[in-house]
Structure formats: structure tokens, C-alpha cells
């Protein structure tokens, strides 16, 4: 069975930072793109970043550009983000998840995964 675990939420001030992890089990993550998902509150949910395997293309949303850091290591199954300066609009549930036969920038703006892990609540607030 595929797994996807979530870890690293919590509370933290505006300004601040938060890295959130994910790490597979039951399937290597080697030739799957990983990818962040944000469902804020009453919103629907949507691509934060994505990364390939192999050269790890990367595909960021516009919001979160030079603020987030996506990573993985396939030794590990993980994926990692790291989030720095964060806003109050940053709020919400951080979902995982794995996919394949995409580019990561489908992935991310269709939401193109067979495999999502069950979410990491972050809340930005002062």
C-alpha cells in the first residue's frame, strides 16, 4: 500500500518559517513527481510546488516564489518544504502527494496525483 506522511505543521508568527516533510512508504519515490498542495480554509485545493525526479525540475506558484524551497531525496522517500516568510494567506491544510506521467507543472495547476497523504495543519498568525 502506498503511504504518504505528512510532518512539520503548526503556528507560527508572519515573518516566520516552517519546514514541512513528507515521507513515502511502500513505493520508491524515484520515479514519481512529489509535490505540495495548499487547501486553505473554504478554498479549494490547490498546487503550491512540484519536483521531478532525476535533474528535480521544479514548478513554484506565483505566490510562493522565492519564499518556498522544494527538495527530495529519493534515498530517504522524502520531500521536503522548506517555507520562509510566511503570510497569513499561507494558512491551511499542506497536502503530499506523488504522481506520474506528468510534467510538474501539470501536476501542480491540475492536480495530477494518484497518491495523497492526509494533510499538516499551518496557520500563520499573529
Known amino acids: 500500500q502506498r503511504l504518504l506522511v505528512e510532518s512539520g505543521g503548526g503556528v507560527v508568527q508572519p515573518g516566520g518559517s516552517l519546514t514541512l516533510s513528507c515521507t513515502a512508504s511502500?513505493?520508491?519515490?524515484?520515479?514519481?513527481?512529489l509535490g505540495w498542495f495548499q487547501q486553505a480554509p473554504g478554498q479549494e485545493r490547490e498546487g503550491i510546488s512540484c519536483?521531478?525526479?532525476?535533474?528535480?525540475?521544479?514548478y513554484y506558484r506565483g505566490s510562493v516564489k522565492g519564499r518556498f524551497t522544494i527538495s527530495r531525496d529519493d534515498a530517504k522517500n522524502t520531500v521536503t518544504l522548506e517555507m520562509k516568510n510566511l503570510k497569513p494567506e499561507d494558512t491551511g491544510v499542506y497536502y503530499c502527494?506523488?504522481?506520474?506521467?506528468?510534467?510538474?507543472?501539470?501536476?501542480?495547476?491540475?492536480?495530477?496525483?494518484?497518491?495523497w497523504g492526509q494533510g499538516t495543519q499551518v496557520t500563520v498568525s499573529s
Open positions: 511502500g513505493f520508491s519515490s524515484t520515479n514519481y513527481l
Open positions: 519536483i521531478s525526479g532525476g535533474v528535480g525540475h521544479r
Open positions: 502527494a506523488a504522481g506520474q506521467y506528468e510534467t510538474v507543472e501539470q501536476m501542480c495547476v491540475y492536480l495530477r496525483a494518484n497518491t
